[in-house]
């Protein structure tokens, strides 16, 4: 059964610091990795989106990385800023099968981003 | 362009008693998927459906039924609510094939139950 994990559950820097957050998982055969963005009290948006035959994808000031035999990806946020305070979670995709489309999340990396 | 949206934002029901919730999107989208969430667990997948008229377990399916009658609906019933069903519940969408790589979510019902 494949299991997410993200650690730390919480973290605290100072504007404008670059920052990496983790997500490690159990079952290296997968489809994709996504890493996605919630806000206190929303739904899930998702950021960035890595296939299995990618090392990494870039938007913006955020670059993710995939490091698939090792199962490990890291979320880099450059500068960061107020505004990137949320909670991330990354999830991770199977082999297309039909009708399984399962995703199965972390637990997710609160961040805060003090001014 | 509204997206997913669901339907009750907040409930609070108790022991025993049912409910509905709603979920619709206007995407035109294939796929549709019930994920509950609660602290230190992540989402978990509760049912999904990969086309009207079909529905599939997930990964917590008991207690929980679905329907999905019409494309652009899909219905998380409880039929006798248990307090260990208070979470917060999120609907999501996608197209189908490639298209079902990225899934759209809804901004979630918070369900108590006393």
């Known amino acids: 059964k494949q299991e997410v994990t993200q650690i730390p559950a919480a973290l605290s820097v100072p504007e404008g610091e670059n920052l990496v957050l983790n997500c490690s998982f159990t079952d290296s055969a997968i489809y994709n990795l996504q890493w996605f963005r919630q806000d206190p009290g929303k739904g899930l948006t998702s950021l960035l989106l890595?296939?299995?035959?990618?090392r990494e994808q870039t938007s913006g000031r955020l670059n993710a990385s995939l490091d698939k035999s090792s199962g490990r990806s890291t979320l880099y946020i450059a500068a960061s800023q107020p505004g990137d305070s949320a909670t991330y979670l990354c999830a991770v995709r199977p082999f297309p099968n039909f009708g399984n489309e399962k995703l199965t999340f972390g637990t997710g990396t609160r961040l805060t981003i003090i001014p | 362009n509204a997206g997913v949206t669901q339907t009750p934002k907040f409930r609070v029901l108790k022991t025993g008693q049912s409910m509905t919730l709603l979920c619709a999107q206007d995407?035109?989208?294939?796929?549709m998927y019930w994920y509950r969430q609660d602290p230190g667990m992540g989402l978990r997948l509760i049912h999904y459906?990969?086309?009207?008229?079909?529905?599939a377990k997930g990964e917590v399916p008991d207690g929980y039924n679905v329907s999905r009658l019409k494309k652009q609906n899909f219905l998380l019933g409880l039929e006798s609510a248990a307090p260990s069903q208070t979470s917060v519940y999120f609907c999501?969408?996608?197209?189908?094939?490639?298209?079902?790589?990225?899934?759209?979510f809804g901004p979630g019902t918070r369900l108590l139950v006393l």
């Open positions: 890595i296939q299995s035959s990618q």
């Open positions: 459906s990969v086309g009207e008229g079909t529905t």
């Open positions: 999501a969408s996608s197209g189908s094939g490639r298209a079902s790589e990225t899934q759209y």
């Open positions: 995407m035109n989208h294939e796929y």
